[in-house]
């Protein structure tokens, strides 16, 4: 072995049983020095060796900080034994590692946890068992709830990541069985799938393609079945007295879940805090979208979990008991802001306005002014669907500008006046949309942009909304915080789809798994000024600017 390879920090591959007797393979990185030592654990589903370094520091830089880290493949994944089915086995399998972590020769009996997404999901699974071993989290970018945080939104089906996640699982077990030309067909599926399978993803094709994965479940199961409450945290997790660290993303998929999950976990006695930086899903970088948000946008998660884990599990005074209750990234100021709370108190309510032709002429519309009733109304055509343009999902999450995407005639966009002042967005945003059209089921996409001086369209936040009958919707938007300049405009704009982020809809209310390609049609909506209106969080300014 050359010298360079010896430097490679290679862990010791360890093993464990279950209680029912399978083995669960995992990674050791053992710190210098004499132990026992305080436990940092990972259960993830994406090969052990990954240890989520796509967004967080290499698993030998927490063992070098003195902690002895476990990165273990869940059961069916990686090297580990059993049958993999998302969510299922995760509290039983999580309470089983931490008594046997916790049992360790080199491990002091204290445990936490990190990782994002499915690995922190396995957190809130393992919280959920009352493991005393387990004595602090900091479950990152991950569901609440499985039916409206990870596949649906808004009752609307959550195409492309759904498809792409089915295919990377589907790909791993493959990989397991040896079926390679399988494998390479997943993997191409999950890269970038072709426009026929996106435009019918219940297709007999994508359905064989994706069997054994959970995606017909998906596709098929009623919103109201107890499959979805059997595989999400909320169905299982009390409020344990357990400190948690929550970190999410403006633009990231699953932020409906870290507000979800700070709210649960608030009312008990541990220690809570949220963070909202800037991030899509990953990576965590200034480079969000198309935007660069500067140095202040870089990650510094790691040493703020790293303060996180010493205060709670080594006992030493790191002032993470002090610092503020909330911290949220600014989109437009480029910097942290502190807060006592989330979220703030409802806001102000800008009502729509309209001469008619809010859908062909990009000012036709205006927010914030009363008028007389006026209907706005739009087509959407499945042969050429509203894309999607920034946002929270794939195919282009993050910060983009939009403005082509707004100027099209199947996009109603409601513009304000200039801001005579600055001011401070901070929370939640809301949309409510007096709707009707021409079936029983529509969609409707409403999108909170920045216009800036030159006229370019950013999207601040965005959301999505299934609905049945004709009258007032409310769509619930993401939350934001954005610092709004003297002379920049707010924008709303509205469309009859967002794709392929979602699934499109044949008119017909029936489940995504039911449709078909040539059950698409033509869809008349419109939107009545009278009864619609954008809700903003209230103006609540930072006073002063901390890092995480």
Not at 246 to 257: A, E, M, P, R
Not at 524 to 530: A, E, M
Request: hydrophobic share 40%; proline share 7%.
């Amino acid at each position: 072995m050359s010298e360079r390879a010896s430097d490679l920090p290679m862990p010791e591959v360890i093993a464990m049983r279950t209680r029912d007797g399978v083995r669960l393979d995992a990674d050791l990185y053992v710190p210098e020095g004499e132990g026992p030592f305080p436990a940092l654990l990972m259960r993830q589903p994406y090969g052990r060796r990954i240890a989520s370094t796509v967004t967080y520091a290499h698993p030998s830089w927490y063992a070098a900080q003195g902690y002895l880290v476990v990165i273990q493949d869940v059961r069916g994944r990686g090297t580990s034994e059993g049958r993999f089915e998302p969510f299922i086995n995760e509290q039983r399998d999580g309470e089983d590692t931490l008594e046997w972590l916790a049992s360790l020769p080199s491990c002091n009996g204290r445990v936490g946890m990190y990782g994002f997404s499915y690995q922190g999901v396995t957190q809130l699974f393992a919280a959920a068992s009352g493991h005393p071993a387990l004595k602090a989290i900091a479950p990152a970018m991950t569901g609440f709830r499985l039916d409206r945080d990870w596949a649906y939104e808004g009752g609307a089906f959550r195409l492309q990541n759904s498809l792409s996640w089915a295919a990377q699982l589907g790909a791993e077990s493959d990989r397991r069985d040896g079926n390679h030309e399988r494998f390479a067909q997943r993997y191409r599926l999950g890269h970038g799938p072709a426009a026929d399978e996106l435009i019918d993803p219940a297709s007999p094709a994508v359905r064989d393609l994706l069997g054994g994965t959970f995606y017909g479940d998906w596709l098929d199961r009623s919103l109201d079945s107890d499959y979805w409450e059997e595989r999400s945290v909320a169905g299982c997790l009390p409020v344990v007295d357990l400190p948690a660290l929550h970190v999410g993303g403006w633009f990231d998929s699953f932020l409906t879940g870290t507000f979800a999950t700070f709210e649960h976990l608030r009312a008990g006695a541990g220690h809570q805090r949220l963070v909202i930086g800037p991030w899509t899903h990953l990576p965590w970088t200034p480079a969000v979208g198309q935007a660069w948000l500067g140095d202040a946008a870089q990650s510094t998660i790691d040493t703020l979990q790293l303060r996180w884990f010493d205060h709670f599990l080594k006992g030493h005074d790191t002032g993470v008991d002090r610092d503020p209750t909330v911290q949220l990234y600014d989109l437009r100021a480029n910097r942290w802001r502190a807060y006592a709370d989330y979220p703030p108190a409802p806001g102000t309510r800008l009502p729509l306005a309209s001469d008619g032709s809010a859908g062909f002429d990009i000012g036709g519309g205006r927010l914030g002014e009363t008028g007389e009733p006026v209907v706005d109304t739009f087509i959407h055509d499945p042969w050429r669907p509203v894309p999607a343009v920034g946002g929270h999902l794939a195919p282009s999450p993050g910060i983009h500008d939009r403005t082509v995407v707004d100027a099209r005639p199947d996009v109603l966009t409601y513009t304000g006046a200039a801001l005579q002042t600055d001011h401070q967005l901070a929370g939640p945003v809301s949309v409510t949309l007096n709707a009707a059209a021409d079936a029983d089921s529509f969609d409707l996409c409403a999108v909170l942009s920045v216009v800036d001086a030159d006229g370019r369209a950013r999207n601040l936040t965005q959301g999505y909304v299934r609905t049945r009958g004709n009258g007032p919707v409310t769509v619930d938007l993401r939350g934001t915080c954005a610092l709004l300049r003297a002379g920049e405009r707010l924008r709303l704009s509205v469309s009859g789809a967002c794709y392929p982020a979602y699934a499109l809809n044949d008119g017909s209310g029936r489940a995504p798994g039911a449709m078909r390609a040539a059950d698409l049609r033509i869809l008349t909506l419109s939107v009545n000024t009278q009864g619609s209106w954008v809700e903003l969080p209230a103006q609540s300014l930072a006073m002063k600017e901390e890092n995480p």
